[in-house]
């Protein structure tokens, strides 16, 4: 009977390696010491560090609450708030230490990895497609301007994220996410 397979504990450990610490500081050493399984196990499952990060990606998506967007009963901009205040909550309570992985990543290793980079922009057009429907949403239940371009204010509003994110992990702040909650929300949106 062959050894049962450790490729779960290994993707899951990449996960929160990759999140914690970023690709570049993070090792295969450091995977499979915190998946508790021997070095070498890393390449029974993965050819190398760069798909386990693709891996991660994807598990990473999991958790960002996109359901929260088509949340039924709810007005789209409440269930676009409350889709952004839950990644609030995740920035502060874990003391503004891992930000967004997606985000992480396209600013550490998409120049460096075209098949990272395009799993990057996927992700990143795809979460602003999400954002983009919500808007439009709005747009016919008459919350938001008609004239407003929806396909443009949704990477607005994704690229003003992932710059709050980088600036309240610098200066440890949750300044920079209170501020992007009070310009989209009480003054794009108002």
């Known amino acids: 009977m062959g050894r049962p397979s450790k490729r779960e ?9 990759f999140h914690a610490h970023g690709f570049n500081a993070t090792g295969i050493s450091d ?3 915190a998946a508790g399984v021997p070095k070498g196990s890393f390449y029974n499952h993965f050819s190398s560090k760069e798909e386990s990060a693709l891996e991660a990606l994807g598990r ?12 039924p009963g709810a007005s789209p901009l409440e269930r676009l708030r409350a889709h952004f205040e839950f990644l609030s909550r995740d920035t502060v309570e874990n003391g503004f230490v891992r930000g967004c992985l997606v985000g992480n990543f396209g600013a550490e290793i998409a120049d460096h990895n075209d098949e990272i980079r395009a799993a ?5 057009d ?9 808007l439009t949403e709005a747009q016919e239940a008459g919350e938001l301007n008609g004239d407003l371009d929806a396909e443009a204010t949704a990477l607005f509003l994704l690229s003003a994220w992932e710059g ?14 209170d501020a992007f909650f009070r310009t989209v929300f009480d003054v794009l949106f108002g």
């Open 9 to 17: 504990e290994i993707a899951e450990a990449a996960f929160r390696q």
């Open 31 to 33: 995977i499979t010491r």
């Open 60 to 71: 990473y998506a999991a958790t960002l609450r996109f359901d929260l967007l088509d949340e």
């Open 120 to 124: 990057l922009h996927c992700a990143f």
């Open 126 to 134: 795809r979460w602003a497609a999400l954002i983009q429907q919500v």
């Open 164 to 177: 709050a994110l980088i600036t309240a992990r610098a200066g440890k702040s949750a300044a920079p996410v």
